[in-house]
Structures are given as C-alpha cells and as structure tokens.
C-alpha cells in the first residue's frame, strides 16, 4: 500500500534520513522506534508528502507521492508531535474548523464531530475551551482531528509524550481499537518500546537516520537468540563497577539503567560468579540478579551499544 524506496533527507550538511527502506501493507500496524533525533519525524514528514525527500521516493499505490502529493493526502490522517489546536476555542469549535479544512459541512461534518469525539471520549467536555484541557485531553483532541475524514492510513509521531499514565492507556487502547477492529493502517513513532511492542505487528528501528533492524518483535528479539540479558539490581549508581563488568571476557554489552545494571553475555556463559567477585570488589550493594527474556530495548542495546533514551 505505501512504500518508500532509498529515501534520503540532508538539511544541509546534516543526513537526518539515509536510505531508508519501508513498506506498510493494508491493515497493518507499523512502528517506528528510535531514539530521538534518529529520523523518526522525518521520514513521517516525507510519507505524508510534507517535506520533500533529497533523493529516493514514496509510492501509495503505486503511485510516486513525490511526484503528486494529491494521491495520498485525502486518506491520509497526520497527528503531528506538536499540539496543534486553537486553545482559546472549545473542542468542538477546533473539531468544526479542522473539518471544514477537509471540505466537511452541514449535517456531514456535524456527524463526523460527534463520531471522533466518541472515539477519542471527550464527548461530554466538548463545549469546553481546550486550553482547560490536560495535556492528555489535547493530545486526544489532536487525534480526533486527524480522524475527522475517516482516513484509511494514519501516522501518529510520538502522541503520548508528556502526558499522565491514564491518558497514554486511553490512547494506545484507542489505536489499537482503531487498527483492529477498525482496519485503520497505522504507522506509530516512539521511543518508547513498550508502545511499540503492544500496538505494532511489524517494527522498524532507526538510529542515526538509518533503518537498523526490521520485523516483528519475535524476529527482532530474536537476534539475541544466541545470546542472554543479565540485569544486576543496585542500591544505586556504581560507574566503576559498570567499567569493571565491561572487563570481563564474554560480556558483550553493559550499560547502566534505573535501577542497576544490564549485561548483554552469550547464552549460558556461566559469567554470574565473575559478576558477584566484581561486584563484591566494588563493595555494590546487591538487590537481585536474573537472567531476563530479551526485549526491543536489548536488541537495540545489542546493535548500537547504547539504551534507547540516551
Ligand atoms: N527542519 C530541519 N532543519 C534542520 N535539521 C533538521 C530539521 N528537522 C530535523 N532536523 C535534524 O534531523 C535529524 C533527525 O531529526 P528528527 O526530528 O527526524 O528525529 P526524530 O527521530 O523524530 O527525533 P525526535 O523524537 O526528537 O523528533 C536531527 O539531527 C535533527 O536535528
């Protein structure tokens, strides 16, 4: 349904996407992971015909959006990062003029308000002045624009940044409601890996303007078959043990996160001994040690050396 092939950005010097490769079938629920400044919004900005790509190019249906940006902006639906909405209006008066944008009115657009003010349920708080609304509430409100014209396609870049708990569940369980019960085509950027390992089927990860890795999260994690995740809780930070632990032989991969440290070793490498002497030497305060099933923020750990959110 929409693929891009060898699609490059450079703002001057600065190569912000390198050859990138995608593709999304019809139905499918797509993310795109990185960390931020990896491309994410770039490439996005070029699928939905935004921003013009330096080299390579984007078909829907076949059809170059390069070439006729018209092809693909009727289906559509862009919910950008920023919040973009008339705060001094009320929902539903931000909702009428978006509409309108769209070329919906009378009765048509009347329906339409009320159909995505149920989807995103703010139904009852309509008449209220967005700029009352939580942070949530907005990004929700943001959503609800980006449905109005019932697109087949929608690409959301990062819609749950900065909001409370409850309004990131309503969202995710909205997207997932809107893909699968509603056969919405969706492209989700995040870098949060937990968002895209719940709503995606199939998962890019992009770091430094390149596609890195490709699949759904099984394949993905699959890349540290051969391989295991040892996570050593602390009572807080130890950066000598951290370089200590990179000095081991077999350990292929440390970083320090939260709550401790996390080690990437080969499978059944028998390394806990030489990790409980380091850690003794360093006189760290264990909390637990286990041996974990791998996740996307491992495989990207395992591919770049670094933590997802650096
Ligand atoms: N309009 C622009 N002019 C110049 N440089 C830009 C522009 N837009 C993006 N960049 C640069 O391109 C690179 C990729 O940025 P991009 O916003 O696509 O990343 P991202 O993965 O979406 O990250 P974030 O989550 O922070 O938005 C960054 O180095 C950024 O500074």
């Given at each position: 349904m929409l693929e891009t092939t060898n699609l490059n950005k450079a703002f001057k010097k600065n190569k912000a996407v390198i050859d990138v490769n995608l593709y999304l079938d019809k139905g499918e629920s797509v993310g795109l992971l990185g960390p931020n400044g990896a491309g994410k919004s770039t490439t996005i900005s070029m699928i939905s015909s935004l921003v013009k790509p330096t080299s390579g190019d984007v078909t829907w249906h076949g059809k170059s959006i390069v070439k006729d940006p018209n092809a693909i902006r009727l289906h559509l639906g862009v919910v950008p990062q920023e919040i973009a909405l008339y705060k001094e209006l009320s929902a539903s008066e931000n909702l009428k003029f978006f509409g309108k944008i769209y070329g919906l009115?009378?009765?048509?657009?009347?329906?339409?308000?009320?159909?995505?003010?149920?989807?995103?349920?703010?139904?009852?708080?309509?008449?209220?002045?967005?700029?009352?609304?939580?942070?949530?509430?907005?990004?929700?409100?943001?959503?609800?624009?980006?449905?109005?014209?019932?697109?087949?396609?929608?690409?959301?870049?990062?819609?749950?940044?900065?909001?409370?708990?409850?309004?990131?569940?309503?969202?995710?369980?909205?997207?997932?409601?809107?893909?699968?019960?509603?056969?919405?085509?969706?492209?989700?950027?995040?870098?949060?890996?937990?968002?895209?390992?719940?709503?995606?089927?199939?998962?890019?990860?992009?770091?430094?303007?390149?596609?890195?890795?490709?699949?759904?999260?099984?394949?993905?994690?699959?890349?540290?078959?051969?391989?295991?995740?040892?996570?050593?809780?602390?009572?807080?930070?130890?950066?000598?043990?951290?370089?200590?632990?990179?000095?081991?032989?077999?350990?292929?991969?440390?970083?320090?996160?939260?709550?401790?440290?996390?080690?990437?070793?080969?499978?059944?490498?028998?390394?806990?001994?030489?990790?409980?002497?380091?850690?003794?030497?360093?006189?760290?305060?264990?909390?637990s040690v286990n041996v974990q099933v791998p996740t996307l923020e491992d495989v990207f750990l395992h591919l770049t050396g670094r933590k997802l959110r650096d």
């Open positions: 009115k009378g009765k048509a657009l009347q329906d339409q308000i009320d159909k995505v003010l149920g989807i995103v349920g703010l139904a009852e708080r309509k008449d209220e002045l967005v700029k009352h609304y939580s942070g949530g509430m907005q990004r929700r409100i943001n959503i609800a624009v980006a449905l109005l014209h019932e697109p087949e396609f929608i690409i959301m870049d990062e819609p749950t940044v900065g909001i409370d708990p409850q309004s990131r569940n309503y969202i995710l369980e909205m997207v997932q409601k809107l893909n699968k019960e509603k056969g919405m085509t969706v492209l989700y950027t995040s870098h949060y890996m937990e968002e895209v390992e719940r709503l995606c089927d199939r998962i890019y990860i992009m770091d430094h303007g390149k596609i890195i890795a490709a699949g759904t999260k099984q394949e993905l994690t699959s890349i540290l078959s051969s391989e295991e995740t040892i996570f050593v809780e602390l009572d807080r930070s130890y950066p000598e043990l951290v370089t200590e632990l990179r000095e081991i032989d077999g350990v292929l991969r440390v970083v320090e996160t939260d709550k401790g440290i996390k080690l990437i070793t080969p499978k059944n490498s028998r390394l806990l001994g030489n990790i409980f002497q380091a850690a003794e030497r360093q006189q760290a305060q264990l909390i």
